[in-house]
């Protein structure tokens, strides 16, 4: 019924090219004065010169015929670059109707003009090795950009490192009121540096962009304290510095000292010097160098919550092209998707209006966005690349006031979607909001530092307004590159009832560190049928669901994740899926991470082969082992016998067990782009620097043996990770010290946000053997502090366990000791782990003055840690008060 609802929107589009039509003429020789009704200029009339002249006409042709349009319009564009500096406004009296659409067409398709946003560079001069030009407008403070294309393709501003990334050396401090004492946090805008990566250059263009978990932010730099080697910036980012643990990426650019390899560039605003480092052969007097100047080209402006819209407008086989987004001065930072950044092409309550056959390329923003009241509205055949931030958006954040608001029933079809993240990195390929019963069709979309296809926009189980989209035939791939986490080819969020993911081919999405999946149901994704997909090739799994309800995976085919191929995260109480039917590949990976022990969740009928392990294990059991406990009892552990899965072939031979299970072969034949041979062909003619994951390797243990007597006053240890706030700090003194001169400090204060800060972490990711944890405390009058162990499922497990709380030492409830204030007391904890793990631990407690230590063996603890992945120690008090930790040594023994 979506096809036939889209066919019939193309057929009900398609009535502009009725022979009936008025037909207006826009030339690059026409003059918006004359009435466009000439093909050609002849005496005192001819072809209009711009889309806003053409606009204007139909104006006044609709006042000649008394507001109403007797036939449709048809706007003929010929060959041609039409630059503007303000986008193409259509308001609701510039819409057409059903019967006399109107249509602004390129005059031959083969001949695309182009609406270039830009302005050509000339006046080019060499320097040594370098050109300049002067920009007058820039000095005189008219323009200022952020992109530069020579010869159609972007160049690099000026960045250091010119490869990879700085990273930061920790938090700043507090800012102290010297009048009041009161502290200011700098946490979320400032941090240090490490020496040498950020100098005071005095650059007021200066840009430093900083990669989060799943979002960069960009900032201008306000103050650079070198001495302390810490950077202040304008405005704050979306999360503290270090939020995700210490060493946190970034990198600066738009600097002279960067310009050092062909193909940067760089702007001063002060001189409007035009600075460029070319390439060998490259001679910009003869190059075609454009910069960006208007933010936006064509806005489709209705006002939905008045019931007006703008109807039954069309662009066709235009090219769309040239955009700037600037940074404003207090920087950029949005918490997911480059959520702020709009479209280069944008309609707000636009309805039945189409962008068909065009490209939208070499713009600072997304490509395409159908916001709020946009509603059966199409985008076809269109090639969207070399984007700022993302490709299309469809809806908003919000829920819609009224159905008028809604955006929904709007097509994505056939459309190569590719080569973005240009400037926002966090941006997405095709992003759905609160918006429902839309169809993302027969797309390729790759070449994204984030998400393929992002749908829903509400966290959690609370009611969601985006229900009923279709995502069918995509063909999804490249995503994540490499740069940042926490990412899905197909991304879903909150209810989704309705919602159908069906019959995509998704594969190579890789994350910097963690979370590069396939199919990615998180923050309660609900009731989503996902069926007939093949996904291979991720870092950290091929199916991920960190919480959600009723999902269902059927006939899917999930191959080679890096860390394993299904991963579900958190546990609830009801069912998080039902998983039936699927084939389960892995090449010694292994089948499921993180929560499969307490069975809500419906598995059977599948199909599982490891090409590297012909007796595999399922969660650490035996296939019989985890049958015995009601699951995949039906399913099945065979090769599946295709034609060449390890060459990603996944063609079944006759004879395939798979059909034991249920499971229907997947045609991919209809997968991605259709129509003319050419169109087809043209992803294969991208050219794509494919990023290739580092091998996978097993976790390194990390042994603990740290004095502090190496660490300077002030500073933060240097292997773990410290989470502070404000003035509840963790640092190495010298007021202390059970041995040599230093100790780690840790100092507590009364009404932080998060009682748990400050706190320190380490990493040791023990699996097997003994872990030994030892340390020297000596706690301040009313601190408050626990040491504990951890996994990293999530939720994580709890292995040994200990809190200081009014001089009581206690174990769970079981007081251990009476603790002195202000002495040193050395501890040593110890618990079996992997297979050895029995749910038990022992400790022992050196009290000052005495020789032998306080033992406790056999405590009781919980049966299913098996694993060392986080050793913390934590303030845990609500007053200000201190203690002191020394001498940490965490290590496994055998």
């Known amino acids: 019924m979506r096809y036939l609802r889209f066919i019939f929107l193309l057929a009900m589009l398609g009535c502009a090219s009725l022979a009936h039509a008025k037909t207006l003429y826009i030339a690059p020789d026409g003059r918006d004065s004359w009435t466009g009704e000439r093909m050609a200029a002849s005496g005192n009339d001819g072809p209009l010169a711009s889309l806003t002249g053409a606009r204007n006409r139909i104006r006044q042709i609709k006042a000649e015929w008394g507001e109403v349009l007797r036939e449709p319009v048809r706007v003929i564009i010929r060959k041609g670059t039409y630059s503007i500096t303000e986008p193409l406004v259509l308001e609701p009296q510039d819409s ?118 799943w979002e960069t932010s960009i900032h201008h730099i306000a103050s650079v304290d070198e001495a302390g080697r810490i950077v202040t910036f304008t405005g704050p980012a979306a999360w503290p510095f270090e939020y995700w643990g210490p060493n946190q990426r970034y990198h600066v650019e738009n600097l002279p000292e960067a310009l050092d390899k062909p193909g940067e560039w760089y702007l001063n605003r002060a001189s409007g010097r035009l600075t460029y480092i070319p390439f060998p052969g490259e001679d910009l007097v003869k190059a075609e160098v454009i910069a960006p100047v208007a933010r936006q080209l064509v806005l489709l402006e209705g006002k939905p919550a008045e019931s007006r819209f703008v109807e039954y407008v069309r662009f066709e086989n235009l090219n769309f092209r040239h955009t700037d987004w600037p940074i404003p001065p207090q920087g950029h930072s949005d918490g997911q998707a480059a959520f702020s950044v709009p479209g280069a092409v944008q309609g707000i309550g636009a309805r039945s209006s189409a962008v068909v056959g065009c490209e939208i390329a070499h713009v600072g923003t997304y490509g395409l966005w159908w916001r709020a009241g946009s509603q059966d509205c199409l985008a076809q055949k269109c090639d969207i690349h070399d984007l700022g931030a993302g490709g299309i958006r469809l809806g908003e954040g919000g829920d819609p006031a009224s159905e008028n608001e809604a955006a929904m029933r709007n097509t994505v079809d056939n459309c190569f979607i590719h080569d973005g993240s240009k400037i926002f990195r966090g941006a997405v390929g095709v992003w759905v909001g609160r918006s429902s019963y839309n169809t993302l069709s027969h797309n390729e979309i790759c070449d994204f530092d984030y998400t393929g296809v992002s749908i829903g926009w509400s966290w959690g189980y609370a009611p969601s307004s985006a229900n009923h989209n279709v995502l069918e035939y995509n063909h999804i791939h490249d995503i994540g ?279 320190l972490a380490y990493f040791p990711s023990y699996e097997q053997g003994t872990a030994v944890v030892s340390f020297d405390l000596r706690a301040e009058p009313g601190a408050v502090l626990y040491h504990e162990w951890r996994d990293a499922y999530q939720p994580y497990r709890v292995g040994p366990s200990i809190r200081l709380e009014e001089g009581a030492l206690k174990a769970g409830n079981k007081e251990l000791a009476r603790i002195p204030d202000n002495r040193w007391v050395h501890l040593e904890i110890r618990s079996a782990l992997g297979q050895m793990a029995a749910g038990t631990w022992d400790i022992a407690i050196t009290l000052p003055g005495s020789r032998s230590p306080l033992t406790y063996r056999s405590l009781p603890g919980n049966p299913t840690f098996q694993r060392l992945q986080w050793v913390g120690f934590v303030a845990d008090g609500d007053r200000q008060a201190a203690f002191y930790v020394d001498n940490v040594r965490v290590r496994a023994v055998k």
């Open 96 to 213: 057409g109707t059903k019967e006399c659409p109107i249509v602004y067409a390129a005059e031959n398709p083969k001949r695309k003009p182009v609406i270039s946003g830009g302005r050509r560079i000339a006046g080019w001069r060499k320097a040594g090795n370098l050109w300049v030009a002067e920009l007058p407008q820039v000095r005189a403070g008219q323009w200022y950009f952020g992109a530069l294309w020579v010869n159609g393709q972007r160049r690099t501003r000026a960045r250091m490192p010119d490869k990879g990334y700085f990273f930061t050396a920790g938090k700043a401090p507090a800012l102290k009121d010297p009048a009041t004492g009161q502290e200011t946090s700098r946490e979320s805008s400032a941090f240090r540096f490490k020496p040498g990566d950020i100098k005071n250059w005095k650059r007021p263009d200066a840009q430093v962009v900083v990669y989060h978990s």
């Open 481 to 759: 590159r490499g740069v940042l986490n926490d990412m899905g080819a197909v991304y879903t969020l909150g209810i989704s009832s309705g919602t159908v993911e069906r019959n995509n081919l998704i594969h190579d999405i890789y994350c910097y560190i963690f979370g590069g999946w396939g199919v990615y149901t998180d923050e309660g994704s609900t009731d989503i049928l996902i069926e007939n997909n093949i996904v291979y090739n991720t870092s950290s799994g091929c199916f991920h669901q960190h919480y959600g309800k009723d999902n269902l995976l059927r006939n899917n085919v999930f191959a080679f994740g890096l860390e394993g191929v299904l991963r579900r995260s958190r546990i609830e109480e009801h069912n998080s899926f039902t998983f039936q039917g699927n084939i389960v590949l892995s090449r010694g990976t292994g089948f499921h991470i993180v929560n499969w022990e307490d069975g809500h969740y419906t598995i059977d009928r599948n199909l599982y082969w490891d090409y590297a392990n012909p007796s595999p294990t399922f969660f650490g059991l035996s296939f019989d082992e985890w049958k015995s406990k009601g699951r995949d009892r039906n399913s099945l552990v065979a090769d599946p016998l295709m034609v060449n899965a390890l060459r990603y072939d996944f063609r079944l031979k006759p004879g395939s067990p798979a059909s034991q299970v249920g499971f229907t072969p997947i045609d991919i034949s209809r997968i991605g782009l259709y129509g003319d041979p050419e169109w087809v062909r043209l992803p294969k003619t991208a050219k794509r620097v494919r990023y290739v994951p580092p091998r996978p390797r097993p976790a390194r243990p990390l042994n603990v043996q740290e004095g502090f007597e190496n660490t300077a006053p002030g500073e933060k240890a240097g292997v773990a990770a410290t989470y502070e706030e404000g003035s509840a700090t963790v640092r190495v003194t010298e007021e202390a010290a059970a041995t040599g001169k230093r100790s780690l400090k840790f100092s507590d204060m009364p009404g932080l946000a998060f009682r748990f800060n400050p706190h």
